[in-house]
């Protein structure tokens, strides 16, 4: 499975930014899909999480009521949407997929997409 995310760049805080990842490969719809971010200096967190069917989603605690992830199968691509961004959401975000629900070690990357957000 290869993913491709685009999307990425520079916010004032307060705004709004889409990032999406195209995922292409045998069964890739498969897949559960999300989102990871790595700021300067932090480990890689978990962001936000999908399930194949798009029925179950995870946001980490910084970003619920702020992002929201969802999947079009039809298109392999899955999305963030992210509003009321703050200063401390700055990141390289990488989207992931797993075969499985276990998101300790994502099967697939895809390259970072750099998210700033200036106050």
């Known amino acids: 499975v290869q993913l491709q995310a685009s999307g990425g760049g520079l916010v004032q805080a307060g705004g709004s930014l889409r990032l999406s990842c195209a995922a292409s490969?045998?069964?890739?719809?498969?897949?559960?899909l999300g989102w990871f971010r790595q700021a300067p200096g932090k480990e890689r967190e978990r962001v936000a999480t999908?399930?194949?069917?798009?029925?179950?989603?995870y946001y980490a605690d910084s970003v619920k009521d702020r992002f929201t992830i969802f999947r079009d199968n039809a298109k392999n691509t899955v999305f963030l949407q992210m509003n009321s961004l703050k200063p401390e959401d700055t990141a390289v975000y990488y989207c992931?997929?797993?075969?499985?629900?276990?998101?300790?070690?994502?099967?697939?990357w895809g390259q970072g997409t750099l998210v700033t957000v200036s106050s």
């Open positions: 992931a997929a797993v075969q499985g629900s276990t998101w300790v070690r994502p099967d697939y």
């Open positions: 490969g045998r069964a890739a719809y498969m897949y559960a």
């Open positions: 999908i399930t194949w069917s798009g029925g179950s989603t």
